[in-house]
T-cell receptor
Framework: GQQLNQSPQSMFIQEGEDVSMNCTSS?????WLWYKQDPGEGPVLLIA?????ELTSNGRLTAQFGITRKDSFLNISASIPSDVGIYFC????????????FGQGTILTVHP | ETGVTQSPTHLIKTRGQQVTLRCSSQ?????VSWYQQALGQGPQFIFQ???????GRGNFPPRFSGLQFPNYSSELNVNALELDDSALYLC???????????????FGEGSRLTVL
């Protein structure tokens, strides 16, 4: 079963608002990643974080790797309608193989 | 578009049947992972293939098996289908050395399996 707790489960916001979501775990991960999934599509990588404390941006997206290695945060600034979708956090322990553990997702709805 | 292609996109089977799903990895990628995504859930890791061998497996029974071919494409086979096997099956490719990778996976659009 899932080992990552992602919150909130869903968000309804107005266009232009900022969004924050987070992911916590009882276990340590060495890599944190954030993916977005649109309906009928596979997940697409948004941001990858490799070091505790790391803060990384990709356009309007900013993500942080928590100091404890047990959490991560994703912020989206000035949301636009195409930000709609499901956002998943994922953690990777070591690099022995690509077994990602995913959160249950945050459903984002943006009202124009 | 990630360059990872999966087939078929949709299929319906009945309980007890067998199914084979196919995946072509992105050019330059040598590692393929398979994930199961139930409705409303995040993907669950099934297994990973590197150099035509399974080198990591999640909590799935042996009736889930796979293959990787010399051109790095892959198949997922599920025997004795159960109702709970209904899900979106995602293939992801990546580049790894000795089977290790960074977790940056490129997913296909998935094969949606319905078991009746």
């Amino acid at each position: 079963g899932q080992q990552l707790n992602q919150s909130p489960q869903s968000m309804f916001i107005q266009e232009g608002e900022d969004v924050s979501m987070n992911c916590t775990s009882s276990s340590i991960f060495n890599t944190w990643l954030w993916y977005k999934q649109d309906p009928g599509e596979g997940p697409v990588l948004l941001i990858a974080l490799y070091k505790a404390g790391e803060l990384t941006s990709n356009g309007r997206l900013t993500a942080q790797f928590g100091i404890t290695r047990k959490d991560s945060f994703l912020n989206i600034s000035a949301s636009i309608p195409s930000d709609v979708g499901i956002y998943f956090c994922a953690g990777l322990r070591g690099t022995s193989y690509g077994k990602l553990t995913f959160g249950q997702g945050t459903i984002l709805t943006v009202h124009p | 578009e990630t360059g990872v292609t999966q087939s078929p996109t949709h299929l319906i089977k009945t309980r007890g049947q067998q199914v084979t799903l196919r995946c072509s990895s992105q050019s330059g990628h040598n590692t393929v992972s398979w994930y199961q995504q139930a409705l409303g859930q995040g993907p669950q890791f099934i297994f990973q293939y590197y150099r035509e061998e399974e080198n990591g497996r999640g909590n799935f029974p042996p009736r889930f098996s796979g293959l990787q071919f010399p051109n790095y494409s892959s198949e997922l086979n599920v025997n004795a289908l159960e109702l709970d096997d209904s899900a979106l099956y995602l293939c992801a490719s990546s580049f790894g050395t000795s089977g290790a990778n960074t977790g940056e996976l490129f997913f296909g659009e998935g094969s949606r399996l319905t078991v009746l």
